[in-house]
């Protein structure tokens, strides 16, 4: 017999919250289980929380009782705590801030107090009190406190209450919302009835070896990582799609994590088609509610296959036999905000956890995953054919430096000043060549693609008098031009004025635009080519909720000729017609203070690239660019990966970057420039002080900086960084955990710990 479990400890879904011990009541000491939902009394409220200990005896002299258990069964089985656990202790971050992460808003129930007028408060002679009072009459006698809270920031509306209860003026109510309707518990059958769609056809010989490989390992059980690296084009979907089929007759569940589900509906379709009726969704642009749903459905068994994005890796999957990362070098499977965590890398360790299969598919494999196989710790499976013997693309590079000089010789001074007033004052945007292409494409009845990593008009407006440049007043970046809707806009903190000729500084109309964007580019196309079916996708264009797919599904089926767009159009899709690729500024994300900054171009061009001669005509990539001999330049035209990773590894190995290193990034702000600055020296100088006291972090540790980070100032708040570098994890985290006792609490100023840090701008 067990030792009746008495009292649990509970941890609240909140960054700032500890762990807390309550007291179980007899009622519930049999339903009890770790993972579960219960609701709990928090000071004077009734809040939510996840029980992750049971304890047969309470080490705190007293402790409030759990008032109910809010599920038959735990949200978070022993897999997923693990993992909580393993993520709080990896990423520095507290159990509360992690299960706040893992788990879906809807998740978390809280009693709302709200404050009720009562008749006689002719006693309250304080100033705050009785602008509160009169808050509340205007509010016909009943407002929420949170409502208060907000009215009067930087007061102490509690202790306000608090006196305004004591004098009988108010009640505060306390009541707890009603529980929405959880679907999926009974409705739903287990399992719809469709046909799923019939294999097409035969793998090639490499897919066969593929699947050959993960799904000895499926069946045999075990914890495996496969690095999947197949050029675009070679059929690793289908390769995924027979892999999760294996593990379904084994009765297992699988997951694939894809980097954002609105821009590949046909990953969806696809998954759909084969498990119909089978298959779960998140992601971020479901409502709280949608995502409350499925995550029951997922919970309840009732779906095989859970498709999602970055925080899928949390989703709570019975039975998860297999987990596929597609596209595992892409940067948005980094959070850049709250819990810095890396999707990918989590996919990995749950996996572990979980004894299972994890793929990792790519064509251009992330280094640290590339590094790994070379380490044998992933398995490497290749792919180096495209289906049906396809070739892979040519791809040229056109010279812009050449470009411009040619167009310097042609146009006099005079047409290039009056240029400038529709156009930006610098480069030509398309190619004389590239544009030619383009026009033969159009009469072949074929599609093209244009990427520019750009959006807006003109990335900015400088004064041709002065000099001036206009900027945010919020954040140290320049404003971008949008000329459609006339404004001047900050991609960083939205900030939007109408825009103008006018120079603020020497008050003449001579704001020129600088730097071209995909508004640009469209423009331009539509003057050139009038007669050409033209769109642009990028965050401007694909603003509301399902407008990204639309407009996807147009290109899929043809009615575009020409579509424009950022990186948006870079990933995944498979669409037949497209025969040219152009990648104008393709050097745009070279010259990023970033030590990923070749990589990632690398990456992205490559992607964009392989979108082009995927059905019956062989494709053509265009990129103009003004560093021609670059080396990440120079693979791509080969169709080199590893000859890209062997270069990138040289410089990576030499100064200690990652894969060959570790970085943990520490970043300060705060709404006083002196403030922050001084702060990050006193941890600087804090951490150097730590470092020198012990042998392992003087051997092990690198710090470098502090020093303001690229992007100074942002939404108003100064930004200063320090990088830790470590040659291995462990000591670099035990080193880092330190910095937060350094920095005093100070109600203004935060410290952002990044491990594994993506963007250092
Ligand atoms: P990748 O993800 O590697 O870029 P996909 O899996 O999207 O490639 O495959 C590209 C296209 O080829 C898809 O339309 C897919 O249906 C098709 N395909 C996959 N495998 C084969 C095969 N063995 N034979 C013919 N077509 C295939
Ligand atoms: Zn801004």
């Not at 939902?37 to 009734?46: A, E, F």
């Not at 610098?426 to 520019?452: M, Y």
């Not at 809707?485 to 825009?499: E, N, S, V």
Request: aromatic share 6%; charged share 25%; net charge positive.
């Amino acid at each position: 017999m067990h030792e009746p479990q008495k009292f649990a400890r509970v941890v609240i879904p909140s960054p700032l919250r500890q762990p807390l011990i309550y007291a179980v009541p007899a009622s519930l000491q049999a339903q009890i289980a770790l993972g579960m939902r219960v609701l709990i009394p928090l000071q004077k409220r009734i809040t939510t929380g996840i029980v992750i200990e049971t304890l047969a005896e309470n080490p705190l002299a007293s402790a409030k009782e759990i008032f109910t258990a809010l599920d038959d069964q735990p949200i978070l089985d022993a897999g997923l705590l693990k993992l909580a656990h393993w993520t709080s202790q990896y990423y520095l971050a507290s159990l509360g801030e992690v299960l706040a992460t893992m788990l879906p808003p809807n998740s978390r129930r809280e009693s709302k107090r709200t404050v009720v007028l009562k008749a006689d408060h002719s006693s309250i002679n304080d100033e705050l009190g009785q602008k509160v009072l009169q808050e509340i009459v205007q509010r016909k006698g009943k407002i929420p406190v949170t409502t208060l809270t907000r009215q009067f920031p930087g007061e102490n509306i509690d202790r306000v209450l608090g006196r305004l209860e004591a004098a009988g003026a108010i009640v505060i109510e306390d009541r707890l919302a009603k529980q929405r309707r959880k679907a999926g518990a009974s409705a739903e059958p287990k399992e719809t009835s469709i046909d799923a769609e019939p294999l097409r056809f035969q793998l090639t010989s490499e897919q066969e070896a593929a699947l050959g490989a993960i799904g000895k390992r499926i069946t045999q059980g075990g914890f495996e990582t496969f690095l999947l690296h197949g050029v675009t084009g070679s059929g690793k979907t289908e390769v995924y799609l027979r892999a999760i089929a294996q593990a379904r007759s084994l009765g297992r569940r699988s997951l694939i994590i894809v980097p954002e589900i609105s821009l590949t509906p046909q990953l969806l379709d696809r998954v759909n088609a084969r498990f119909p009726g089978k298959v779960g969704v998140l992601h971020s642009a479901m409502t709280a509610a949608e995502r409350w749903s499925q995550w029951w459905r997922i919970i309840r068994g009732n779906v095989a296959v859970v498709i999602g994005a970055r925080s899928a890796v949390f989703a709570p999957i019975p039975d998860l036999g297999l987990i596929i990362v597609d596209e595992e070098h892409d940067s948005s499977y980094k959070q850049e905000d709250g819990l810095r965590y890396n999707g990918r890398d989590l996919a990995v360790v749950r996996g572990k956890f979980l004894h299972c299969a994890v793929i990792l598919g790519s064509a251009t494999p992330a280094l640290e995953s590339y590094v790994n196989c070379r380490q044998g710790r992933y398995q490497l499976i290749e792919l180096n054919q495209r289906v049906e013997e396809r070739p892979m693309p040519a791809i040229e590079v056109i010279d812009l430096r050449q470009q411009f000089r040619k167009t310097d010789a042609a146009t006099d001074a005079r047409s290039r000043a009056n240029a400038a007033r529709t156009k930006t004052a610098d480069r030509p945007l398309l190619s004389e060549s590239f544009v030619r292409l383009l026009r033969q494409n159009l009469a072949a009845k074929h599609q093209t693609l244009i990427f520019l990593n750009r959006r807006g008009f003109a990335n900015f407006l400088q004064c041709t008098l002065c000099g001036h440049v206009w900027r945010c007043s919020y954040c140290s970046v320049t404003l971008t031009l949008h000329l459609k809707l006339k404004i001047l806009t900050c991609h960083h903190c939205d900030y939007r004025r109408p825009t103008t000729n006018l120079c603020p500084e020497c008050k003449n109309e001579s704001l020129t635009p600088v730097g071209a964007g995909t508004e640009q580019v469209e423009t331009t196309l539509q003057q050139l080519i009038p007669e050409a079916r033209i769109a642009r996708m990028d965050r401007d264009t694909t603003g509301k909720r399902g407008s990204q797919e639309a407009l996807i599904r147009r290109w899929e089926r043809g009615e575009l000729d020409i579509l424009v767009g950022t990186q948006m159009i870079t990933k995944g899709h498979d669409v037949s017609g497209v025969t040219l690729v152009g990648a104008l500024l393709a050097d745009l994300s070279l010259n990023l203070p970033d030590f990923r900054a070749a990589e990632r171009t690398f990456q992205l061009l490559s992607q964009v690239a392989g979108r082009s001669g995927r059905g019956d005509d062989p494709g053509r990539v265009i990129i103009q660019t003004y560093a021609p001999d670059h080396y990440a330049l120079e693979f791509l035209i080969a169709h080199d990966y590893k000859g890209f990773f062997a270069a990138e590894s040289e410089f990576r190995r030499a100064l200690n970057y990652p894969p060959y290193g570790r970085l943990v990034n520490l970043r300060l702000d705060g709404p006083k420039m002196a403030e922050v600055e001084q702060r990050a020296q006193a941890l600087a100088a804090g951490l150097r002080e730590l470092q020198h006291r012990t042998a392992i972090f003087r051997e092990q540790i690198e710090v470098l900086g502090p020093a303001p980070a690229p992007i100074e100032k942002l939404r108003n708040r100064f930004r200063w960084q320090l990088l830790l570098k470590g040659k291995q994890s462990a000591p670099l985290l035990d080193f880092a955990r330190h910095a937060r006792a350094l920095i005093p609490r100070s109600p203004s100023l935060r410290l952002h710990i990044d491990v594994d840090p993506y963007s250092m701008l």
